[in-house]
């Protein structure tokens, strides 16, 4: 079991992200892994699977309300596709890696041999935990103002560039993390007269193809099918079909 000198380091570096009440149970569950909970025979809603849902709900409230209120003029569709990457699990990694989540995570004994703490999808699933855990116990504006400013730069970096959406760049990175190569995009047809063509693209990652798409710019359908490539890899959580 984790000692008191462990739990008191978690609380403080709760407090230390800037939130001063909150259920220390609730903290505890949020940062346990099942693992852990399976090795020592603790009760399943002991882990944090069940924060986490919650946990995600909130996440993508605080997004939507902020997309919606910073830029009015935007459709429903480009927010949705903003707000897809904006959740996903590699930006939450990001976060949990700013902010060092890592040396407060409990899994099991062989979980942390093989690196678990580490894992990309662990941590992405404890801070959805951490979320939920905030939420029912702690003051909601200030859990809202945490998600958002860790959030703004990414939100702003992909406005910015004008890619709506930016998949290209979280594919690759989904990539690399896999091994060297690189996603590897190419035009399979070219559609109507030059002045309104439409582009047929399709990306593929170690001589698989992953997915296709179209786009009246050869950027713009490199988009769509990087898009469509990390929602089939699972890199962005499932959203409702865009109209």
Known sequence: MQSDCSEN?????????????????????????????KENNLEYNKCYERLEFLGDAVLKMAVTDYLYEKYPDSHEGELTKI?????????????????????????????????????????????????????LSSDTEVLKNFIISNLIPTIEDIVD?????????????????????????????????????????SVSYK????????????????????YAACKKLGLIKGESKDK
């Open 161 to 201: 560039n004008k890619t709506v959406y930016n998949a290209k760049a979280l594919l690759q990175e989904y990539t690399q993390s896999q091994s060297k190569e690189l996603p590897v995009y190419g035009i399979t047809a070219e559609k109507g007269k030059a002045h309104n063509k439409t582009f047929c693209v």
């Open 9 to 37: 380091k978690l609380y403080t570096f709760i407090k230390n992200l800037g939130f001063k009440n909150f259920s220390k149970e609730l903290i505890q569950t949020a940062f346990t892994h099942s693992s852990y909970t």
């Open 83 to 135: 707000r897809s990457i904006v959740v996903s699990d590699a930006i939450l990694h990001k976060i949990a890696q700013k902010i060092n989540i890592e040396p407060y995570i409990k899994v099991s004994t062989a979980e942390e041999k093989c690196g678990g703490q580490k894992l990309e999808s662990i941590q992405a699933c404890i801070m959805e935990a951490m979320f939920g855990a905030l939420y």
């Open 207 to 226: 001589n698989e193809i992953l997915a296709s798409a179209e786009g009246k710019t050869k950027k713009q359908a490199q988009q769509e099918a990087a």
